[in-house]
């Protein structure tokens, strides 16, 4: 119950910087590399049920029935 949750100012500056680039199978030469890190939070998530129950969840939604009694 004492544990903080990070919020927006834990964070410190965050700059944005475009790089040129040309991905011809992207919509107008357009690269994308911002999905890779969508999903880092979720093992993360996982890992920390997993410490925290003892069961390691390997599905998502991550549910309390899951994390109790394992899959």
Do not use: C, W
Not at 53 to 64: A, D, E, K, M
Request: glycine share 8%.
């Amino acid at each position: 119950m004492s544990y903080k949750l990070p919020t927006r100012l834990d964070i410190g500056s965050i700059r944005v910087a475009f790089e040129p680039s040309y991905e011809p199978t992207g919509p107008f030469g357009a690269k994308s590399i911002g999905e890779v890190v969508i999903n880092t939070p979720l093992a993360a998530v996982a890992s920390a049920v997993a410490h925290a129950t003892g069961h390691q969840v390997r599905s998502l939604p991550i549910t309390p029935e899951k994390a109790l009694l394992g899959e």
